[in-house]
């Protein structure tokens, strides 16, 4: 029989190698790890540091996304809170356009790449001052790298960039 331990409360020296061997790939700012059990323990936590160091309660999030099963990750995951038996979207989540250009609302087949990157990022450029124009104060944007509960949905080139910048 063997052992697995999953909390990273009971330190060991191999925790803190890693999480230096990691932490060398960064930048320089983010200097600190954090080792979680899951996903969804990861993105609360995400939230919590988001809402401390900015002092604002609001997210961001594309439609059809999935966060996690905890309360506050149902939240803010529209796959969960928007289906006849969630509890619909609370009024600190904004939602955005997932940009998924084979069955949203631009598409390849009208226009290229760079025209599909530019147009959803301008769908989420709205939400946001929508959301500001209201008194609103976004603390985070989440969006998985490929989303997979609205489809196997490919964003269009340097979508991702344009929103982070």
């Known amino acids: 029989m063997s052992l697995l331990e999953t909390n990273s409360r009971f330190l060991h020296d191999n925790l803190v190698i890693y999480g230096k061997r990691?932490?060398?790939y960064?930048?320089?700012e983010l200097k600190i790890c954090?080792?979680?059990?899951?996903?969804?323990?990861?993105?609360?936590?995400?939230?919590?540091?988001a809402r401390?160091?900015?002092?604002?309660?609001?997210?961001?999030?594309?439609?059809?996304?999935?966060?996690?099963?905890?309360?506050s990750l149902v939240s803010i995951s529209p796959y969960k809170f928007a289906h006849p038996s969630g509890d619909g979207k609370k009024q600190w989540v904004h939602v955005v356009?997932?940009?998924?250009?084979?069955?949203?609302k631009y598409r390849s087949t009208e226009y290229?790449?760079?025209?599909?990157?530019?147009?959803?990022?301008?769908?989420?450029?709205?939400?946001?001052?929508?959301?500001?124009?209201?008194?609103?104060?976004?603390?985070l944007f989440y969006a998985e790298s490929l989303q997979s509960c609205g489809g196997q949905i490919v964003y269009p080139k340097d979508y991702l960039k344009k929103c982070y910048q």
């Open 22 to 24: 990691i932490t060398q």
């Open 52 to 71: 401390k160091v900015t002092g604002n309660y609001d997210v961001l999030v594309l439609d059809h996304a999935y966060h996690g099963h905890l309360t």
């Open 97 to 104: 356009p997932v940009p998924d250009s084979y069955r949203g």
């Open 112 to 139: 290229s790449e760079d025209q599909l990157s530019d147009l959803y990022f301008q769908e989420m450029v709205k939400v946001v001052e929508e959301a500001e124009k209201n008194g609103r104060k976004i603390c």
């Open 34 to 49: 954090f080792f979680t059990n899951s996903g969804s323990e990861s993105n609360d936590l995400a939230l919590r540091i």
């Open 26 to 28: 960064m930048p320089k």
